[in-house]
Every structure is written in C-alpha cells, then in structure tokens.
C-alpha cells in the first residue's frame, strides 16, 4: 500500500469487505482521515458496516473518554476514526457525560497552516463542521482560517444513501435519526430530510428506536 494513493475498487472491497480491515485501519495505510475511506467506500459502492452485528458500537465508559480525549489529547475526527463511528456520535457522547471541550485545543493550531488546511479541505474534503469538530472551534473559526489563507469555500452536496439502506435501519432495525446518522456520519436532520424524499413514514413517539 502507498500513503495517499487512492486505491481500486477491488483493492480496498478485499481489505474492507474480506480481510475485515476497519476504517481507522485503512486511513492510517493510506495516509487520509477516516472520513476520507468513507467516501471511498461509498463512491464503490462498498456496504459500510454498521458497529457490531449491525448495531452502533456501545457507549464507552465517562472514564475512558475522558483518558483519550484529555489525557492523550485526542481530537473528535481521532476519536471517531478509534471508535469507528461518526464525529457526530463521538459529540453527543461528550454532551451526555458533560465532558468539557478544550477551549484550546493541543492540535488546534494543526491545520492552520495553508497547506494543511488545502490539503484537509481540498485534497480530502473533509467538510467545514468535521474541521471544526476535530479542532474544537466553531466553524466560524475554521472559516475565517479559509479566508485567511485565500482558499476558496466550496459547496458540496451530501449524496443521499440508498432508500432501502434508510429502511433497514430505520424500519428493520428499529434505529432513530440519531443512530442512521451516527452510522452513516451525518446529522439527524440530514437523515430526516432523505426520509421525507423517500416517502418513508416516521415511527410515532414510544414506538422503540430510541430518539428521533
């Protein structure tokens, strides 16, 4: 494998699909954000795998994040790419166990160089909110840095998932907004919205899912 080189199809379906190789795993091969093999895997049309059995992994103990986040000082992108879920869930985390963020952040400086963020924001094209999320700072911050730097904010749509991946985990599974949104790494609102042009009803309150 060579860092940042993208690979084939076939290439990362035999290390995802067959060797059974995580998302952290695979960026770390090839030199990216973990957000970045997750579009990889979506652009081939490689069936992302959903936490354990197909369930969201279980919440980590207050004790354990904390560790990670305070003591290793690492960032939301780190710990979603170590708990193979999305920055999203890693947040929501931090707000139920009223874990504080950095105000100033140990690797908040990281990408305020203009290559670094070109090549996080260009290059990888992790979005706005992921930068900011990563570097605990509002996106405010991290758009000033843009503008700062001279580097052009772009526009990008989110492509919809497939409409009977939404039902299986909506409908089968029995997931909330949250949990499909945590899994497939965007918001809940997101998620409602592809619902809506999908045509697929909502659960009413109490009928199991968790949140909507």
């Known amino acids: 494998m060579k860092g940042n080189e993208r690979?084939?199809?076939?290439?990362?379906s035999s290390l995802y699909s067959k060797d059974g190789l995580s998302i952290s795993n695979l960026a770390k091969c090839y030199g990216v954000a973990?957000?970045?093999?997750?579009?990889?895997l979506k652009e081939d049309g490689i069936s992302i795998r959903m936490g354990v059995n197909g369930r969201l992994p279980p919440t980590p103990p207050r004790e354990e994040?904390?560790?990670l986040y305070e003591n290793?000082?690492?960032s939301m992108l780190e710990l979603a790419a170590h708990y193979e879920i999305s920055s999203w869930s890693v947040a929501r985390w931090m707000d139920e166990y009223d874990i504080p963020r950095?105000?100033?952040s140990k690797r908040s400086s990281s990408f305020h160089s203009k290559e670094e963020l070109y090549e996080l924001y260009v290059v990888q094209r992790i979005s706005i909110t992921e930068l900011a999320i990563s570097a605990d700072v509002s996106k405010a911050t991290v758009?000033?840095?843009l503008k700062e730097n001279g580097i052009k904010r772009v526009r990008r749509g989110i492509t919809p998932h497939p409409r009977e991946a939404i039902v299986e985990m909506y409908v089968t599974n029995g997931m909330s907004l949250n949990g499909i949104g945590d899994v497939l790494g965007v918001s809940p609102a997101t998620i409602g919205r592809w619902m809506n042009a999908y045509g697929i009803p909502r659960r009413g309150h109490g009928e199991g899912g968790g949140r909507e």
Request: hydrophobic share 50%.
């Open 102 to 104: 950095r105000k100033f």
């Open 143 to 145: 758009g000033r840095r």
């Open 34 to 40: 973990a957000g970045v093999v997750t579009r990889w």
């Open 65 to 67: 994040l904390v560790a």
């Open 7 to 12: 690979p084939t199809k076939a290439e990362l």
């Open 72 to 74: 290793d000082a690492l």
